[in-house]
């Protein structure tokens, strides 16, 4: 499983760069701290066991204890001795083997000598069974050895990596605020919007990224308002002697009627051009944003659109909330839709409307019973100057579909373009709702 986010990368490093360096510092200190120690403690132990051992009234089965330097050495260790078959010698059988301590014993008292170690009620102990001593057990309680000396060293070891891990999370996430606000504006700009500069901040980098996006999004601010003014002069400029046109159009005589009908009904189609390029280049005003009821618009294009002896238009709308939006844009849209479904629907079109699921977004669906379009030429239908078979015909400027998509993507909505079963396309549209 591979992890794309560098949040997510930057805090796996830094676990595994943690986990790294507390096994080292483990290490260090076993080596370098306990293991010089622990050998020193053998030695001790081992020149004290090895004077009770040498001493001349040492029998066979083990230490007489009647001699006063034995005995207070013995008093002072702790050390007890016993039988192998005794009862309290059964936890020297359920005690752990340490092979370090065996091996060193065994060295200091030039003897085999198994040592184990075993958690008593008090402290631990240390079992001896030394070859020198086959029929005893030296028991060995180590008093300033408690398990509960070992529980704040884990539980502050490990309260320790809880707060280093804690900390290295917000010390990224502090890093990444900028980056995911920077993500945030960058999709924004991706719909057409045009965001306020954003502050600079976070590391050096991240800063110089943030100052290069506000440049970027200056210069694409520019860039709009000199296409807007392009195109609202060329609009101008083009309207103008379209209008002198059909003013001198209408002004011919009689007798030149069949000419002036076609010179006007080119001048007619120019301006519509005309109309749809500044459509498609408008910019959206969410300030103007306000409550639209889609069952309004349906209804309006049901009436306008429909005519009962060559288009019948069916609707079936559902109570729903209102959009969120535009009202002159949002109309524009599906209006565009039900036009294009007239001209290719075969006389049928249907309207409805819903909400979703979750009733965040309310959707209009317009069908038809045309020919549809060919699966490999749905994600090209909203493509702007799009004409011919992959627009279902070859009317218009190419701009009404992708004007929807436009529409669409400017107020976070979405469309879903699908062939019916029925034959025909059908178009749903979302908008967000208040």
Request: with cysteine.
């Amino acid at each position: 499983m591979r992890f794309r986010s560098s949040f997510t990368q930057s805090i796996l490093l830094f676990v595994t760069l943690l986990i790294a360096s507390q096994v080292y510092s483990y290490y260090a200190v076993f080596n370098y701290a306990l293991l010089p120690s622990l050998q020193q403690f053998n030695k001790i132990l081992g020149y004290e066991i090895n004077l009770m051992l040498d001493h001349p009234d040492n029998s066979d089965s083990g230490l007489v204890m009647d001699a006063p330097l034995r005995r207070q050495i013995l008093e002072q260790l702790g050390v007890t001795i016993h039988a192998k078959d005794s009862p309290i010698a059964e936890q020297y059988h359920q005690a752990i083997n340490i092979d370090l301590m065996s091996e060193e014993m065994s060295h200091e008292l030039g003897t085999p000598t198994n040592v184990r170690m075993a958690l008593g009620e008090e402290s631990y102990i240390l079992w001896l069974n030394i070859e020198a001593m086959p029929e005893s057990l030296i028991r060995i309680p180590l008093s300033e050895l408690q398990e509960e000396d070992f529980a704040p060293l884990f539980r502050n070891s490990l309260l320790m990596a809880l707060l280093i891990i804690a900390g290295g999370w917000l010390f990224m996430r502090l890093q990444n605020r900028p980056l995911l606000a920077l993500q945030k504006v960058a999709k924004g700009v991706g719909r057409g919007e045009i965001p306020p500069p954003l502050p600079e901040k976070g590391s050096t980098e991240i800063r110089s990224v943030t100052r290069a996006f506000n440049q970027m999004s200056k210069g694409i601010q520019a860039l709009e308002d000199d296409r807007a003014l392009l195109m609202a002069g060329i609009s101008h400029d083009l309207r103008t002697p379209l209008t002198r046109i059909r003013l001198a159009t209408e002004m011919m005589s009689p007798e030149d009627s069949y000419l002036a009908e076609g010179i006007i009904s080119d001048t007619e189609e120019c301006n519509e051009i005309i109309s749809q390029f500044m459509d498609y280049l408008k910019p959206v005003n969410k300030q103007s944003f306000t409550e639209v009821d889609l069952n309004d618009i349906a209804e309006d294009l049901a009436h306008s659109e429909g005519n009962g002896e060559y288009v019948e238009i069916v609707t079936e709308l559902h109570q729903l909330k209102a959009a969120f939006g535009s009202p002159i844009a949002i109309k524009r849209a599906i209006s565009n839709l039900v036009v294009n479904a007239v001209r290719y629907g075969n006389g049928w079109i249907k309207i409805s409307t819903g909400m979703t699921a979750d009733n965040k977004l309310c959707w209009i669906c317009i069908e038809d019973n045309g020919p549809g379009i060919e699966k490999d030429q749905v994600a090209k239908l909203f493509e702007p100057f799009t004409r011919g078979d992959t627009a279902r015909g070859s009317e218009g400027t190419g701009l009404g579909l992708a004007i929807v998509k436009r529409i669409v993507s400017q107020h976070h909505g979405s469309v879903v373009v699908n062939n019916r079963g029925e034959g025909g396309l059908k178009v749903q549209v979302s908008f967000p709702s208040k």
